[in-house]
């Protein structure tokens, strides 16, 4: 009579009480992840879909693209928002906003360690505000001396009205060079210093050699001298006419003609918006047709065949999108949805509602309630980061997982205790036997 291998037996034997229950648990498991990686594919690529949508549906933007162009370069560039009006202008650049920068008068013999007063006090005053600086605490290293060097940080470092400093090298000399941070007239750099007992030291930021003026931007909305004049601190005029940004770059000489801004619809410019719009919507579709497909032959089933929520989302935005908005749909304007579900574009048909009616296109994508306004309030309770349907069902996906390696937990536990039990039966088995044999053998 052979002997027994408990330890084998009671494995084989253990194995056969849980194995049942963790194949239908993992196989559970493996459901739900990938029901929570379909979602999650579908969410991504509904959230590009709904960017797509508010990049034609924000402030300044719409459905249709404007373009500014000029009829010289060099001088000053424009651009356009949605909210432009077509129309042509002439502009005259008469002057280019600066801003004040200054060289303080100090010996000819200062570097970035000669060494400053460290009582008084340094005062910049930009556009009515002042910054103080008390030359006591300009020392860093606590030796008791300070430097030219120092004080350029101290002045960089402080929380000041637009002034910055630094030293500058020329012809075997170093200059303090101060400059305001800000263009415009009124940013002009004033700086004294006081209380310091250093009589070069404040004569020399009492005498600023000015280097470049503030100045205003001065342009003139028609010919120079005759047109609308208009002053700006920057060199970008923005909305002086509604829509339109314009930023200077260099100024004309007196006598120039103004140059000419045209403004108008971008035909591309919009197509293009539109094709951006719809590549997004179809990868959204593609994505839901991938994790909802029934399977078949030739199909592999989807994680989330049969998804109610999945369905709600494409029931939605087909309503949607096969709506009328101010009396016009998209296959108004060459827009349709094919057997597939997919959005195709007619550009013939497209370019001719561009021409013949672009109000009419712009009043049917924008504005509340519209076509656009209407995706995004309907994507909205899906895309929510804390509390949206997408998001919830992933985390409702996620606890059945939880509750599964629990149980999966106590599964091991139950597999430990057959073992153990098990174990014990076969090793008092196979004592018995190998005692059996040995009392066999007496009689052999």
């Known amino acids: 009579m052979s002997s027994l291998d408990p330890i084998t037996m009671a494995t084989q034997l253990a194995t056969f009480d849980v194995q049942p229950f963790q194949m239908r648990y993992q196989m559970q498991a ?108 300009v020392d860093t290293d606590g030796d008791g001396k300070a430097t030219m060097s120092d004080l350029v940080k101290a002045i960089n470092n402080n929380t000041n009205p637009g002034v910055n400093a630094t030293l500058v090298r020329s012809n075997g000399q170093t200059h303090l060079m101060l400059s305001s941070t800000e263009t415009a007239a009124a940013n002009r750099v004033e700086v004294s210093a006081t209380g310091t007992g250093a009589a070069w030291f404040e004569d020399g930021f009492a005498n600023l050699n000015t280097i470049t003026e503030p100045k205003d931007a001065v342009i003139w909305l028609g010919a120079q ?12 005029f923005e909305g002086i006419i509604d829509g339109v940004d314009i930023t ?39 994505a839901l047709d991938e994790h909802t497909a029934l399977g078949g032959e030739d199909q592999k089933r989807g994680a989330l065949a049969n998804d109610p929520t999945l369905r709600s989302i494409e029931s939605q935005l087909s309503g949607i999108l096969r709506g009328d908005f101010n009396g016009m749909r998209l296959a108004d304007v060459g827009i349709s949805i094919n057997r597939e579900g997919k959005m195709e574009l007619d550009n013939d048909k497209f370019t001719e509602a561009q021409k013949n009616n672009s109000a009419a296109l ?83």
């Open 30 to 137: 493996d459901k739900y992840q990938a029901q929570i990686a379909a979602l999650g594919k579908v969410e991504s690529a509904l959230r590009d879909f709904r960017n797509a949508v508010n990049d034609m549906n924000s402030t300044g933007s719409s459905i249709i693209k404007n373009t500014a162009t000029t009829t010289q370069d060099g001088f000053f560039s424009a651009s356009a928002d949605a909210n432009a009006l077509s129309g042509s202008y002439q502009i005259f650049v008469e002057q280019i906003a600066s801003a004040h920068q200054a060289s303080a008068g100090m010996p000819a013999d200062m570097d970035a360690n000669t060494e400053i007063p460290t009582t008084g006090e340094l005062t910049f005053t930009v556009n009515g505000e002042q910054m103080v600086i008390d030359l006591s605490t």
């Open 225 to 236: 001298n005759s047109g609308l004049k208009l002053t700006n601190a920057s060199n970008t």
């Open 248 to 286: 200077v770059t260099k100024a004309q000489t007196t006598g120039d003609a103004a140059i000419g801004l045209n403004v108008g619809a971008d035909a591309e410019a919009t197509k293009e918006q539109v094709n951006k719009f719809i590549e997004a919507y179809n990868t959204l579709i593609t």
């Open 362 to 444: 712009e009043q049917m994508f924008n504005g509340k309630g519209n076509l656009l306004d209407s995706i995004d309030s309907m994507m909205e309770p899906y895309l929510k980061f804390s509390s949206g349907l997408l998001s919830s069902r992933k985390e409702s996906l996620q606890s059945n997982i939880d509750r599964i390696d629990d149980k999966q937990a106590q599964l091991e536990r139950k597999y430990d205790m057959a073992y153990d039990r098990y174990l014990k039966q076969f090793t008092q088995m196979n004592n018995i036997m190998t005692q059996m044999n040995q009392t066999m053998s007496m009689f052999g």
